[in-house]
């Protein structure tokens, strides 16, 4: 049995919804994609929502559309994903990674506030895993200091924090739609806000910066979402609930198979609706396993279970060597989490057969290799 860690839910009513854009021959941002923004928007419960072509796309245009530019500093989570850093590079800022805890894995708040300076602009917390970050903590760090929050949901469709959704909490948020996550379009991204303003420049921003025909009085570029990928969003979004709802029964599955494991330390969820499950990541007691999390994923894929880390600490990475002068000791929480957290299987095509086979394999690799 060979199990992959995601795979995207597909059915005949998105390969109906792609025939019908190609058969209409409005392949361009249109009607769908207009219609998919809409709804959307609604059920995150925002006024607006502007599609861009990846979440990538949407990070920069969002911080763009703040007003983000050289100089200024952005405070980032040091265990993302690498986009949620290099987006702001690309404005001519500087990211500034802060720890994370190690009950959700998004930024301490108390970590923030010490990378905070003259220069700061914005704060990035981040969903990791489908997972809401303590966005109390962190808003009250950012109005203290007059901060702009975009929320990056890229992981986190529908997950709520004290019963709001996820990308409605911030100044603007942000969604992906790649194939891992609880919904896709292929690749495709989302912006969402209450501020018509901000929302205005987004739109501009993802047009070239076109505000009337050949009138270019603002910076932009081609980030527009494609019809076709608009009208399988419009597909994805019908059966997101089911989606959500499915990985949340998995996890659930996994925590009660995994929670009598001295070796295992299984997700921390606040409430069942905080969390979406885009992944399910366990850490590993290292001092109770004869076995590294490295060699442990070795031992899985043996058996045909896919796993992997995600992510390692952006401090450490090539790409920011010279631009950030951060060092392994002020992370320890993130160093931690890269030495010991492995995501495996989950998606909704998982069956119970499935499931089980991945306990059977989690938990036969965790006994065998426990310390005597």
């Not at 608009?230 to 949340?248: D, E, F, H, P, T």
Request: net charge neutral; hydrophobic share 40%.
């Amino acid at each position: 049995m060979e199990i992959p860690l995601a795979r995207p839910w597909f059915t005949e009513e998105e390969a109906q919804a792609a025939y019908d854009v190609v058969k209409s021959q409005w392949v361009i941002y249109g009607p769908r994609t207009m219609e998919f923004e809409r709804q959307f928007a609604d059920l995150i419960g925002v006024k607006h929502a502007i599609a861009v072509n990846s979440g990538s796309t949407a990070l920069l245009v969002a911080q763009a559309a703040a007003g983000i530019g050289p100089g200024d500093e952005v405070i980032v989570p040091d265990m993302t994903f690498i986009t949620t850093a290099t987006s702001c590079i690309y404005l001519g800022a500087k990211p500034v990674f802060a720890d994370i805890d190690l009950s959700v894995y998004g930024m301490a708040p108390t970590d923030i506030e010490r990378r905070i300076t003259d220069r700061t602009k914005a704060i990035i917390p981040v969903h990791y895993a489908g997972q809401t970050a303590d966005m109390s903590g962190i808003m009250d760090v950012a109005n203290k200091h007059n901060l702009t929050v975009i929320e990056d949901a890229a992981e986190a469709h529908l997950a709520e924090y004290n019963g709001r959704k996820s990308g409605s909490i911030g100044k603007m948020g942000i969604f992906s739609f790649t194939p891992s996550k609880p919904m896709t379009t292929g690749e495709g991204g989302m912006i969402t806000t209450d501020d018509g303003e901000m929302a205005e420049r987004c739109r501009l921003i993802r047009n070239f910066g076109d505000c009337g025909k050949f009138e270019w009085n603002l910076l932009g570029f081609n980030f527009r979402m494609p019809e076709v990928m608009g009208a399988i969003g419009l597909a994805q979004l019908r059966k997101l609930q089911r989606a959500v709802s499915l990985r949340r029964e998995i996890a659930r599955r996994y925590t009660e198979s995994f929670r009598d494991l001295a070796s295992i330390i299984t997700p921390y969820v606040r409430k069942s609706e905080d969390a979406c499950f885009q992944l399910y990541t366990i850490r590993l007691k290292l001092d109770v396993l004869a076995i590294t999390r490295d060699q442990f994923i070795k031992e899985l894929a043996k058996m045909g279970v896919s796993s992997r880390l995600y992510y390692p600490c952006l401090h450490r990475q090539g790409v920011f060597q010279g631009l950030c002068y951060q060092r392994d000791v002020e992370f320890p929480n993130s160093m931690e989490f890269e030495r010991t957290a492995l995501s495996i299987p989950i998606y909704p095509q998982l069956t119970h057969q499935e499931t089980e086979y991945v306990i059977k394999v989690v938990r036969r690799t965790a006994i065998e290799n426990t310390r005597s």
